[in-house]
């Protein structure tokens, strides 16, 4: 079983709002890279329980075997031990496009943070309002 809890479809981590301040986008890279990377903790414990669980499962089908049982039963448990096999790889998969994300998300902050942190400094700092990022260019 699971241990993973959907979270409600309202939870973004990062809402998408028209919100571009420094402050603002910074803190949004924050929340997805905290996502990213508590997703890519539960995907590694799902594969690890999904491993588990095959290797339970082939098992179980030996015994099922060794009890000499139908060999139908035989055949759909490992059937049943493949499927949790090939979905174990998937969800590593899924986890390593997770992490890969979580890393360029930590990038791209840094990035954001070199290009723009010291603009934001000073214009933060000022007492006299300054025109805003696109005023020069009509």
Do not use: W
């Amino acid at each position: 079983m699971s241990d993973l809890v959907p979270r409600p479809a309202a939870a973004a981590p990062a809402p998408a709002d028209g919100d571009n301040r420094y402050k603002a986008v910074q803190n949004k890279l924050s929340h997805l890279a905290r996502a990213m990377d508590d997703s890519t903790l539960e995907l590694e414990s799902l594969q690890r329980s999904m491993q588990a669980n095959a290797k339970h499962t082939e098992n179980v089908a030996r015994d099922i075997e060794n009890a000499g049982l139908d060999g139908k039963f035989v055949e759909v448990t490992n059937l049943v031990t493949v499927a949790l096999g090939g979905a174990a790889v998937q969800v590593r998969r899924l986890c390593d496009t997770a992490q890969e994300t979580a890393d360029l998300t930590h990038e791209t902050k840094s990035t954001h943070c070199e290009l723009y942190g010291a603009l934001d400094d000073i214009r933060s700092n000022r007492r006299e309002k300054t025109p805003r990022p696109g005023f020069f260019d009509r």
